[in-house]
């Protein structure tokens, strides 16, 4: 068993939906990435001794034409790149992992709850060795090893009606844990203890699963009106609405409301999610802004 120290990085809060929804980054032009340094395109956070270390590039793709470089020099420092997402309390996060050109630096993904200071971790050691993890503990996957030079596919699930997290290479389940009262997940953090070789990282999908079933939703009676919107959209249930949001479908909060009348005025044409507070459940559902 060994022991990680992950990076300290800010937390941020959104609200899970009842739809189900996935969301993908794969670094691509048409998300709005270009070529370069990654810090602070699409709120993605690049840490360590300077920001210059991470970069979007066109090589060797695993889906698409453009993916994340962690680039080494053997340093010894810790160093990575993290980005904040709208919490996950039911579904997964899976993306796929290449370790570049050769073994040697310590490397982890890890999925972060931040208000219970937990992490989940994936570690893909500096001996060809992997180990996985909750809460910085971590323990080595016996018979298990990794090879630079090759894509691997990687997740995390978090199934919250059965209070379980499972973690998985290559679709095979690596281990399981039991979730903590109120677990969610609301930071991506991959990084690592520089020893000489970085790592890409390409094609995340964070799927949402939904949290309320179907007989809950007609027990509350919610009615969103009118959608599409032009100007103002309403919420209305004789339950207590709070927390209203809204967000692009990559997850970026938009706008804050007060008031289950929502001015939508300054949203450009498209589709957004609109994420609330009912009866201390997190619902989110669509809306088209025309």
Known sequence: ????????????????????????????????????????????????????????????????????????????????????????????????????????????????????????????????????????????????????????????????EAGKIQLYLEDEMLDEFDAPENFEINQLDNYMLDLGFGFYVDNIEITYLPILNTQELDKVDVQVFPNPATDFITIQSIQKIENIQILDLNGRLLAKSYSSKIDVRSLAKGTYLLWYELNGKKVSTKFLKK
Do not use: C
């Open 1 to 160: 068993m060994k022991m990680i120290l992950f990076p300290l990085i800010l937390s941020f809060t959104f609200f899970l939906g009842n739809a189900q929804e996935t969301v993908k980054i794969s670094f691509e032009s048409s998300e709005g990435y270009t070529i370069g340094s990654l810090n602070n395109q699409n709120e993605w956070v690049v840490y360590g001794p300077s920001t210059d270390h991470t970069e979007v590039v066109d090589e060797l793709a695993s889906d698409g034409e453009q993916l994340a470089l962690l680039i080494g020099n053997e340093d010894v420092e810790f160093k990575g790149f993290s980005k904040e997402i709208a919490p996950l309390q039911n579904g997964s996060v899976k993306m796929n992992v290449r370790i570049y050109e050769e073994l040697g630096s310590e490397i982890l993904f890890d999925l972060l709850d931040v208000e219970l200071d937990t992490n989940l971790s994936i570690n893909f050691g500096m001996d060809g060795t992997i180990w996985t993890g909750m809460g910085g503990m971590l323990t080595q996957i016996e018979d298990l090893t990794y090879e630079a030079n090759q894509w691997y596919s990687i997740e995390f699930k978090i199934d919250a």
